[in-house]
């Protein structure tokens, strides 16, 4: 799920993505079916421009029924909705779909919240270098929240954390107490290129081919030397393997481990 089309979830790269949109002044969202990432990367292409909150678990519990009747059972390599798509083609899936949405009760209607415009008050996100954090700074963020006690901590989906809810008064002061935390490393930039995100890689995963964290590492040091500019907005993913589990399709610059063959 995704709140705008800033789509930071990343719905068009899952099997099933829902995307907040606006028709008629109503809210609702838009519903993407057949993306996903890994070694054959997929973008989602659109199933419903339009469906209101209610009908979201009936779509996708359609959905889910294709996959259930006609998924491979034989190769879990190809075991996702992508492939499905793919094998039996986006005009018979459709049809397909449309017969299972049919079946299912239209009762089957479950109410979800969708509200407009932003959350009441600030927010500050936090940029977590590789989103690693010790058990000693982990403690002493928790413990923000006696100082502010009308924020809401969250974790993002670039292993950073946000704080919303704050007064705009009170952002120079978090910042303080987060050097404090920090002990001086940097925690600006999210949202910017220097907000690298990055796999466990090679050092820890069976899977992996290239040591994404070190190269994660390289880049931290040569933004903080400036030797690299800081752009805001163009994202940067590594993965250690073609499996994107670092996301590095979604990126403005992704970096995925492979090999060469002699």
Not at 23 to 45: D, I, Q, T
Not at 70 to 89: C, S, T, V
Not at 128 to 154: H, M, N, W, Y
Request: positive net charge.
């Amino acid at each position: 799920f995704s709140g705008c089309a800033r789509d930071c979830a990343g719905v068009r790269f899952n099997d099933l993505g829902f995307m907040a949109v606006e028709k008629n002044g109503s809210p609702g969202f838009r519903v993407w079916a057949g993306g996903g990432m890994g070694a054959h990367c997929a973008l989602g292409e659109i199933l419903e421009e339009f469906i209101p909150p209610e009908d979201v678990v009936r779509v996708a519990k359609a959905v889910k029924e294709v996959f259930y009747k006609h998924g491979n059972r034989k190769n879990k390599h190809r075991a996702r909705l992508r492939f499905l798509i793919a094998d039996m083609g986006r005009d018979e899936f459709r049809r397909l779909y449309e017969k299972e949405k049919e079946k299912i009760d239209k009762k089957l209607r479950v109410r979800i919240g969708l509200s407009r415009g932003k959350s009441a008050g600030e927010v500050f996100e936090a940029r977590i270098p590789q989103g690693d954090l010790s058990a000693e700074e982990t403690e002493k963020i928790a413990g923000l929240g006696k100082c502010f006690p009308a924020a809401v901590f969250r974790l993002t989906f670039r292993q950073n954390i946000a704080l919303a809810g704050l007064r705009e008064e009170e952002i120079p002061e978090l910042k303080e107490k987060l050097k404090a935390v920090f002990h001086g490393r940097n925690f600006g930039g999210a949202r910017t290129s220097r907000d690298v995100a990055v796999c466990a890689g090679a050092s820890t995963c069976n899977l992996g081919l290239c040591d994404s964290r070190a190269l994660g590492r390289e880049l931290e040091r040569r933004f903080d030397s400036g030797e690299i500019k800081t752009v805001k907005g163009a994202l940067i993913n590594i993965n250690g393997c073609p499996n994107a589990c670092g996301h590095h399709p979604q990126a403005a610059l992704g970096f995925v481990g492979s090999t060469v063959r002699k």
